[in-house]
């Protein structure tokens, strides 16, 4: 056996004493035990292998193990493991940060590491908020972000994301946030009854412009999908027209890209869909293809300008202990290899090209709400119970999903399939038959 261990067995053991994400049901099913991954596939204990369809919570891109990024990472802990990012740097990072610049939007020319997408966007809003400061315009205090908008568990990028479940229990502890609905018209559907036009004009952010603009600090999104807000995807125009107006407005504009970054939409990153450029850009995820907690928060001159000073008084204060792990680099460093050398975005265009396909034949059936697509994400709305992220359809489907071999987490009655970028297509056309017989089997529709 491949992946035998001499450990006693996961599923033998009390795995009690470990406090799970999201797990405190006391019916929440044991944890999968899972002891090795393999390109699209994870591999359980008892020697099943799933595909991991929603890319182990989005942040793998190239597959599990890959060999370049599992040498890579291997090779530099034998050189430099770890060494604090305040007053000493190291070449991983100094080489990652070249390369990501070279990919970013031009403006963009300044790399602050952190650890994970809720730091990368706690560290996104804490300089948007500092730099007014910095600047002499300290009133500019408010965060303006979208309805459904998720961006992070800590408690800035709580405070940023719309009031949910999650967040429910720490609403004293947040900062107060100005909310824009995406509007009907700048959802994109594949079904022509649904998708908007992208004509309506942003009229509740042009008059809350008119009557507080002055106090806005920085306005936050999701570029082109609000992902854990349920699998929203927008229009560009709408990103366009943000932009537009933050610029009339000298707003801050900060691209959360910690999902959408890394090719998951089609293009390297989302911005890449109006084209514009954000002021701060998030990216964790992908960022290492998925083997190590890594974030960057990038940003301009205009804003790192503002922060010099002769003493320490516009000092940003603000690192991790881990805080641009060489390891982390090292894999993220990889990981740009694999895209850089394998065709990778050309390959997420035919993913996006066979997705498309397979969705379009689910709009109309009466179990379809809803169906959106972008780059390699497919997302079925199911006509049932609305019962929000937590509604027990979602389980029921993920069990029997897992009864096929397919690890997918719907949210509610939505069913996403996010696999890592060396998904075949025969495995694309599997997850979607897999999908539909479910669909019908859960709905009681045809
Ligand atoms: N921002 C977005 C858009 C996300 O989707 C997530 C996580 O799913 C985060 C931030 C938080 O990232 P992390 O879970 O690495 O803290």
């Not at 995807?233 to 009339?248: G, I, P, T, Y």
């Not at 975005?345 to 959106?372: C, Q």
């Amino acid at each position: 056996m491949r992946y035998a261990s001499t450990m006693p067995s996961l599923a033998a053991r009390d795995t009690r004493c470990i406090w799970h994400p999201f797990t405190q049901m006391r019916t929440a099913p044991p944890p999968l035990p899972i002891v090795a991954g393999e390109g699209a596939y994870l591999i359980t204990e008892d020697g099943r292998r799933l595909l991991d369809g929603i890319s182990s919570w989005w942040v793998n891109v190239h597959g599990h193990c890959n060999p370049h990024i599992s040498r890579s990472v291997a090779k530099q802990a034998e050189r430099l493991e770890h060494v604090m990012f305040a007053g000493c740097t190291h070449p991983p990072a100094v080489e990652l940060s070249e390369r990501l610049l070279a990919k970013l939007p031009p403006s963009l020319t300044r790399v602050f590491f952190s650890d994970n997408g809720s730091t990368a966007v706690e560290v996104a809003l804490k300089m948007a908020y500092q730099y007014w400061a910095n600047r002499g315009e300290p009133q500019r205090r408010t965060f303006v972000a979208l309805k459904h908008a998720y961006h992070g568990d800590t408690v800035g990028a709580m405070s940023a994301s719309h009031d949910s479940l999650f967040t429910a229990p720490f609403k004293p502890l947040l900062f107060r946030v100005e909310r824009l609905g995406v509007p009907r018209d700048y959802l994109s559907s594949l079904d022509p009854a649904r998708d908007g036009t992208a004509s309506e004009r942003l009229a509740e952010f042009e008059n809350l412009l008119a009557e507080r603009g002055s106090e806005i600090a920085a306005v936050i999104v999701e570029p082109m999908v609000q992902a854990a807000g349920g699998m929203l995807v927008w229009k560009a125009e709408m990103l366009r027209q943000l932009r537009r107006l933050c610029d009339q407005h000298s707003l801050l504009l900060i691209a959360d890209e910690v999902m959408t970054g890394f090719g998951r939409t089609g293009k390297m990153f989302a911005c890449e869909h109006g084209p514009v450029e954000p002021d701060l850009i998030c990216l964790s995820k992908g960022l290492t293809g998925g083997y190590l907690p890594l974030a960057v928060t990038v940003t301009s001159d205009r804003v790192y300008d503002a922060f010099l000073g002769k003493g320490h008084s516009r000092t940003f204060f603000h690192g991790h202990s881990f805080t641009a792990n060489p390891l982390g680099c090292a894999a993220a460093l990889a990981g740009l290899d694999v895209f850089d050398t394998q065709g990778v975005l050309a390959r997420v265009s035919e993913i996006e090209a066979r997705m498309r396909a397979r969705l379009r034949r689910l709009v109309g059936r009466r179990f379809t709400h809803d169906a959106r697509q972008i780059g390699g994400l497919a997302i079925l709305e199911l006509q049932t119970e609305r019962g929000g992220y937590l509604a027990d359809i979602a389980p029921r489907m993920g069990r029997a999903f897992l009864d096929r071999n397919l690890l997918l987490r719907p949210y509610g009655n939505i069913v996403y399939f996010m696999p890592p970028y060396v998904v075949t297509d025969r495995e694309i056309e599997w997850v979607f038959d897999q999908i539909e017989q479910v669909a019908e089997e859960v709905t009681g529709l045809r």
